[in-house]
């Protein structure tokens, strides 16, 4: 901050006549944030008080509402249906977090090390592209195909089982309260793996190809040398991954309600469509605000937990190279 | 040769993979070309006898599927385009400027991107009624904008603060000031990043859900991915109804992807790394 500020500073009195305008040059960059900061505060930062402020009332979004203070937190607290949900965003965790960063790191490996040296890039930009198609899918689009897909008559994947002789392991993949929360978790994965693969397949291109030559030399297999060699030097782009997917993880909403709106009895409800149908279905403001802001918390959290590790491991990263 | 032995099961097993991931698409493809009494009697697995679009057209009349597709290309499309010039704003600001408070102010950002719509959507909602802009495309426009922005100040902000200060400061002798500097230099300059931050813009608000669910109800002002969820979620549609609109749905997605494919992975390995 010094630094620039003495350069600026300097900058000015060599090329400029010392006058009125000189001081004011630095700050009047703030008035290109002007429309920026004014949009935020109108669209981000008004409605986020609001919400919170709702969340202290009781209000059914009409006439003016009623000041109870935690009482709708208390109410949540004891809510099966509030710890249900978040109990299915653990789930989510998994399948858009845990699951894909595992299975991307492999693939994205495997394309890198053994398709793109020994078969072409072209090889691996293909096989990427076809990973990566659900990405660009919009959820809702995702959600009727898969819906069609899993239906329990005449669905592809029960009569495509019928017709390899595994009949028996037809099921209602998402009426039945058992399965359903599974078979959104396998969409999930199929829909979020595309992004890991990408996102580390463009870091491994930053690791130094001697590291993996010496390792070989040294006799290390495949594994060894992906374990040792490129999970630590692909550490900060992981940490990246993770902190992104769990944050997408606990917002999921559209997969949802297009697959199940949170059946079979509640069995996939989460925070998000849980507050949605709080607000616009039950009409109780002030409960789905409670719900909301204490997702925004744990999002919030999350998220400074992954933005501490990113820095550090890009911190010690650095150290290493220098 | 061994190892050319071990080759070639890994590429068997990930095409097999890549296979499973592109196998949805083209079950969609195949049966939304049958005709309802093919698909009845020989099942979602067999190939289609010819080509039937009688279901297709069907399905896009009544949807009004033309109407939609405008709908968002005008909602995606502006908001791509006001929200890149929002971010190149704030980063000039910030990345070039290098205005006071700028840590505290590129942190309030990126706590504005990270925070779930479920938090915003109901006083939104109210407010957006009581100025009269609930149910219009500009509602969602405005909305849009302003949440895309907060990604893109983010990113622009670390690309221009390692912009090359010679060349503004040459400018800057040479007597532009800063607008024109802003216009003239920096944004040719970075093309690139912006051309990036356009296309993840526009797919992003393409692909949008929540928001536009709960401000566009009428069937004039919808876009495709709500008027298809909406109609999935009433549970009214048969079969052949449903692959017409997942394969109205999956094409658009295609065509930005073909056209895109470059830009979206180079994004993303920008937008993951900084």
């Known amino acids: ?322 | 040769m061994t190892a050319a032995l071990r080759r070639y099961p890994v590429l068997i097993a990930l095409c097999i993979a890549a296979l499973f991931m592109v196998v949805p698409f083209l079950i969609v493809a195949v049966n939304a070309v049958k005709s309802p009494s093919e698909y009845a009697q020989n099942g979602p697995l067999s190939l289609p006898d010819g080509l039937y679009l009688d279901g297709l057209k069907d399905f896009w009349q009544r949807v009004d599927y033309s109407q939609k597709l405008v709908n968002s290309v005008l909602i995606s499309g502006s908001v791509a385009i006001l929200a890149a010039v929002l971010s190149v704003l704030n980063a000039y600001a910030i990345g070039i400027g290098r205005v006071k408070g700028r840590t505290w102010v590129l942190a309030f950002f990126v706590l504005a991107n990270m925070l779930p719509q479920e938090a915003l959507v109901y006083p939104i909602y109210y407010l957006s009624k009581q100025v009269g802009l609930y149910d219009t495309r500009l509602s969602v426009i405005i909305v849009f904008t302003v949440i895309q922005a907060a990604f893109g100040t983010y990113l622009l902000s670390s690309v221009l603060g390692r912009f090359p200060r010679e060349i503004i400061e040459a400018a800057r002798i040479d007597g532009a000031n800063k607008w024109q500097v802003l216009w003239r230099i920096v944004v040719p300059v970075s093309r690139p990043t912006i051309g990036v931050l356009l296309v993840f813009f526009f797919i992003w608000t393409w692909n949008e859900f929540l928001l536009p669910l709960v401000m566009l109800i009428s069937n004039d002002n919808q876009t495709v991915s709500v008027a298809l969820g909406v109609l999935q979620g009433q549970r009214l549609m048969d079969a052949t109804m449903t692959n017409a609109a997942a394969l109205l749905g999956v094409l658009p997605a295609i065509v930005f992807f073909l056209v895109f494919q470059r830009t979206l992975t180079r994004g993303i390995a920008v937008g993951a790394v900084k």
């Open chain 1, 1 to 322: 901050m010094t630094v620039t500020v003495e350069r600026g500073a300097r900058a000015v009195g060599k090329y400029r006549q010392p006058g009125p305008r000189s001081p004011r040059t630095r700050d009047s960059y703030a008035l290109f944030l002007l429309p920026g900061i004014l949009a935020f505060l109108a669209i981000v930062v008004v409605p986020f008080l609001m919400n919170t402020g709702v969340s202290f009332t009781e209000w059914q979004g009409v006439g003016s509402p009623k000041w109870t203070g935690l009482a709708n937190y208390r109410e949540l607290m004891d809510d099966s249906e509030f710890w249900a949900s978040f109990r299915h965003s653990l789930f989510m965790v998994v399948a858009m977090a845990a699951v894909p960063t595992v299975i991307g790191l492999v693939l994205a490996a495997a394309l890198f090390d053994y398709i793109g040296r020994h078969f072409g890039s072209r090889w691996a930009a293909v096989l990427r592209a076809c990973f990566y198609l659900p990405q660009v899918l919009p959820i809702a689009v995702a959600g009727i195909v898969w819906s069609w897909i899993l239906a329990p008559d005449n669905g592809s994947l029960n009569e495509l089982l019928k017709a390899v002789g595994l009949g028996s392991w037809q099921q209602d993949w998402l009426g039945d309260p058992d399965i359903a929360p599974y078979s959104v978790m396998g969409v999930m994965v199929w829909v979020q793996i595309g992004f890991p693969l990408v996102v580390f397949m463009a870091g491994l291109q930053r690791v130094d190809p001697q590291l993996h030559e010496a390792a070989e030399l040294d006799g290390a297999g495949w594994w060894r040398r992906f374990w040792h060699v490129t999970l630590p030097q692909i550490r900060p782009e992981i940490y990246v991954v993770l902190t992104w997917c769990t944050i997408a993880a606990l917002k999921v909403f559209g997969a949802v309600y297009v697959l199940t709106k949170g059946g079979p009895g509640g069995a996939t409800d989460v925070p998000s469509y849980f507050s949605f149908s709080t607000f616009f279905e039950k009409t109780q403001v002030g409960y789905g605000a409670a719900i909301s802001t204490i997702l925004t918390v744990i999002i919030l959290v999350l998220s400074l937990i992954g933005l501490k590790l990113q820095t550090r491991s890009e911190d010690a990263d650095e150290g290493i190279r220098t």
